[in-house]
């Protein structure tokens, strides 16, 4: 076998395991089934072929099952819904794959054209995280945020503040939200306060509108079917979105921090969650680049925060920790916030 289909199957398996360990045994199982379909050569290794050696990072498998995903939402597979629980099947990996296989076979062009597309991680859970640094951060600046997020996809984590955070002994967010997100918060919670966002701009290389059916369906395609609370959420977001507007910009990360501009009177705040690993060595360095020179420029008048929810680990082989970081200036001092699951909830403040 060559490196690059090693490289391939090794991807498949590593995202399973991955998905497994965060809650979706479907896609863990799913994973297996279509790596185990690529070494034999059936039509999954001719779904993916040219793909064998794209980096990790642009996630692939995600982008697989997206599509497939798709199919069985808009009604294109609709023979997989039996076994979809976010269309009220129940998953039976044994029964399932077969007719997978035939889904792949007669729709082999449109999972090939998904493979194409960038993944959507319209994470709403990750609003928790985001939402308490911002929280922390306004307790000591107090006031209005300009909002900027790169890597935004449909802008849904710009209206965190819309959404009803719920935590042991307490609660924060507009009662009313059709967003709930239990268990919020844990440890050293944030201040109770409010914040006053006056401008929400999310950055995008495809960026999509939920506004519209297209966009929703694409939307929830990517979130893993078995998991029932994220796709509640993700709709409850979606009607957030149609009544809080957000500005949507197709841009590249580094290309969009270049962009920014610090204003009188207001915090401004740029935020990202799992978007570091999609970004190439080069955005990183403009990115960190562009960082430090807003930074540089901030004052007491303008300051500004690079509120962050990425990945970490201690070292080399270490385990792979979700964790919540700001930078804030004047002063640039990096602190860590926190610690939290990869989709958000529980966040553990420290």
Same mark, same amino acid.
Do not use: C, F, K
């Given at each position: 076998m060559s490196a690059s289909s090693e490289h391939l199957l090794h991807t498949l398996r590593a995202q399973g395991r991955f998905c497994g360990a965060s809650g979706s045994a479907m896609y863990d199982e799913l994973f297996e089934l279509v790596a185990s379909d690529v070494e034999a050569g059936g039509i999954f290794a001719a779904v993916l072929s040219g793909h064998q050696d794209v980096p990790s990072r642009e996630a692939v498998p995600l982008r697989l099952l997206g599509g497939l995903h798709r199919l069985v939402l808009d009604g294109r597979a609709a023979a997989l819904r039996a +076994?979809?629980?976010?269309? %009220?099947? $129940?998953?039976?990996?044994?029964s399932a794959w077969p007719e997978i296989k035939l889904v792949a076979q007669r729709h082999a062009e449109s999972l090939r054209a998904a493979l194409e597309q960038p993944p959507q *991680?319209? =994470?709403?859970?990750?609003?928790? $995280? &985001? /939402?308490?640094?911002l929280l922390r951060i306004n307790h000591e600046i107090e006031l209005p945020i300009r909002l900027f997020e790169i890597g935004s996809s449909a802008g849904l984590n710009l209206r965190a503040d819309e959404y009803h955070y719920r935590y042991g002994g307490g609660? +924060? %967010?507009? /009662?009313?939200?059709?967003?709930?997100?239990?268990?919020? +918060?844990?440890?050293?919670?944030?201040?109770?306060?409010?914040?006053?966002?006056?401008e929400r701009r999310g950055y995008d290389i495809a960026p999509v509108d939920? *506004?519209?059916?297209?966009? =929703?369906?694409? $939307?929830l395609s990517y979130v893993w079917p078995d998991q029932s609370a994220r796709l509640e959420r993700l709709r409850g977001a979606i009607a957030v979105a149609r009544k809080v507007p957000a500005q949507l910009v197709r841009q590249s990360a580094d290309a969009a921090v270049a962009g920014l501009t610090l204003a009188d009177g207001a915090l401004t705040v740029l935020w990202h969650s799992i978007t570091w690993q999609y970004l190439s060595r080069d955005e990183r360095?403009?990115?960190?680049?562009?960082?430090?020179?807003?930074?540089e420029r901030a004052n007491f008048t303008a300051p500004f925060a690079h &509120?962050?929810? =990425?990945?970490?680990?201690?070292?080399? %082989?270490g385990p792979l920790r979700f964790l919540v970081r700001v930078r804030r200036w004047p002063g640039g001092n990096a602190v860590v916030l926190g610690e939290c699951h990869p989709h958000g909830p529980p966040v553990n403040w420290q």
């Open positions: +076994w979809y629980p976010s269309t %009220g099947g $129940a998953w039976d990996a044994g *991680t319209n =994470e709403v859970g990750r609003s928790a $995280a &985001l /939402i308490g640094g609660q +924060w %967010g507009p /009662i009313d939200s059709p967003v709930l997100i239990d268990d919020a +918060w844990q440890g050293r919670l944030p201040p109770a306060g409010s914040v006053r966002i006056t939920v *506004t519209g059916t297209d966009g =929703e369906m694409t $939307a360095a403009a990115v960190r680049a562009r960082v430090n020179s807003l930074g &509120l962050t929810m =990425e990945p970490a680990r201690d070292g080399p %082989g």
